[in-house]
């Protein structure tokens, strides 16, 4: 392949369009979630992934699987989870099974907020996707993620 090959142009388009897809909503959504809920988008997506968790085998995240979900390094997660904790937002605990584990939960407070941060994030959500289908080349990316979510429905 070469840097003129059709292909790879079309490949590094599509690549472009949705990574302009992703700031644009992602930035979207971090206006609404500072100005209404004082929480960051990663914030917003940590306590969402923490709240998820359940008591059942397999139901507690580790830090590298939290780290995964939220996308971003093992230790960007820490210091999160930490200013997190510092809020009175998640509390850490050592693993009962495994003393060299510990795990992460959001606090009542921590899903309190949460509950009053979601519609906010769904609505922003919703407005972000649907400025972004009036563009002719975001349009298509807007459909699958639209399409996403009526297959997990």
């Known amino acids: ?62 830090m590298s699987q939290v780290a995964e979900a939220v996308v971003l390094s093992q230790s960007a997660t820490t210091r999160l989870v930490s200013r997190l904790e510092d809020r009175g937002l998640l509390s850490r605990y050592l693993c009962p099974t495994d003393r060299r584990g510990i795990y992460t939960d959001v606090t009542e407070a921590g899903l309190a907020l949460l509950e009053q941060a979601r519609p906010t994030h769904e609505r922003t959500l919703r407005e972000a996707l649907d400025a972004a289908a009036q563009n002719p080349e975001l349009a298509p990316l807007v459909r699958a993620v639209s399409s996403l979510h009526a297959v997990h429905a």
């Not at 490949?11 to 369009?17: I, M, V």
């Not at 306590?47 to 998820?52: A, E, G, I, K, P």
Request: hydrophobic share 35%; with cysteine.
């Open 1 to 62: 392949m070469t840097a003129t090959d059709p292909d790879l142009t079309a490949l590094a388009q599509g690549w472009c369009a949705l990574s302009l897809l992703h700031g644009r909503i992602e930035s979207h959504i971090e206006q609404a979630l500072q100005a209404g809920h004082d929480l960051s988008v990663r914030e917003y997506s940590l306590l969402d992934v923490l709240s998820r968790q359940h008591n059942g085998t397999g139901g507690h995240l580790r």
